[in-house]
């Protein structure tokens, strides 16, 4: 006969992927090391492992590996976030090299020393056990919650290229995430995807792994070895779908080789384009007004730009005032038909801004 109070390696399998649904990250890690029984089990039901958003920091020792485990950016357990650090140390124990994995949540926090690792492949096997192909959890097919990640960021902080981690994070920690993230059964789900890199090929390493139905925002930012003008063609990055779906663009600290016009399908962008001309603008001008594209909110920085002089010629005087960070702009209203939103175009000394708006300024002429 069958115990009256069966343990929890008795229990049904139903019953456990609920109980598995109640648990966050660091306590199925836990329960997963307990016996092969529960490792097995939970590598079959796949539980959601409810990282609302990841955050890889790289630098020149160490790496940092933030996964919040709620929507709510604070603390374990209130905000359910858990900081792994991986640094490569000496142990004051007999001198040898190791890597030290130290643990952070608010309820408390652990260390341990691995050798014959560094701290960039430790890194690179946990976030494979996490995300890869073999991983006990799945993000983007859970019959009881389907799950994906808002945020997942990957920032490589300054070092020079002369550094000896250039090395290790171009041959070795890049290639691992890129291979983790391709060879996982279903592109990884990702709703916002956050970058610093040095180079371009950086983002084709990571951008294309992610499922391009879920990405909705994308945003990059250019860290240049030193201080000059960078340019990067359009043309890879027009062609992958992940581009073509999202819905935002930012892009920061790079100038891009491309026409307004090239960005249409977006609804929001913050891009630099070098040199402007008016005949963008008023292209974008039109577009917004006849509802021909998805493009409404935005900001253009410039090198030049000869657009904020015909609309002086043509529209007449503009609305001046302070925008709420304090920077001087110059206004134009326009009438969108049939709508009650009203299009403004702002041109600030270096960039020009877009937006529709309900109610402009009382002294504001709207064309």
Known sequence: MEADNPTLLQMPEVIMGHILDKLDLPDILILRKTCHHLR??????????KIARSVIIVDTDFIEFKMNL????????????????????????????????????????????????????HFCRDFEFIFGAQSPFEFSQNPRNPSRIQDF????????????????????????????????PRPL???????????????????P???????????????????ERVTWELDEFSELEQWKIA??????????????????DFEEINVKLGEVKVEEVLELKETILNSTSNLTTGKIEFYTCDGEQHFLQTYGYPF????MFGDDRRCWFFKIPNKKFILQISFYRMYLRFALVENPPKNAMVQ
């Not at 097995?40 to 492992?49: A, E, F, G, Q």
């Not at 994995?101 to 014959?116: L, M």
């Open 320 to 323: 001046t005032d302070i925008d």
């Open 247 to 264: 819905k935002v663009l930012w892009v920061f600290d790079v100038s891009l080789a491309a026409t307004v016009q090239e960005f249409k």
């Open 40 to 49: 097995n089990l939970i590598d079959d039901l796949h539980p959601d492992p």
């Open 153 to 184: 960021i990957l920032n490589l902080e300054y070092f020079p290229p002369d550094h000896f981690i250039w090395e290790a994070i171009t041959h070795q920690l890049l290639p691992s995430l890129e291979s983790t993230l391709k060879n996982r």
């Open 209 to 227: 792994c992610f499922e391009p139905k879920t990405l909705e925002k994308i945003s990059i930012s250019h860290r240049p070895y030193i201080p």
């Open 70 to 121: 709620d929507k709510d950016y604070d603390w374990y357990p209130e905000g359910k976030l858990l900081r792994i650090k991986y640094s490569d140390v000496v142990k004051p124990k007999n001198g040898s090299e190791a890597c030290k994995v130290q643990w952070f949540r608010s309820d408390r926090s652990r260390e341990k020393f691995v050798e014959g690792l560094s701290f960039i492949a």
């Open 189 to 207: 789900p990702v709703k916002e995807f956050y970058t610093t890199v040095y180079e371009k090929s950086h983002v084709f390493q990571i951008l």
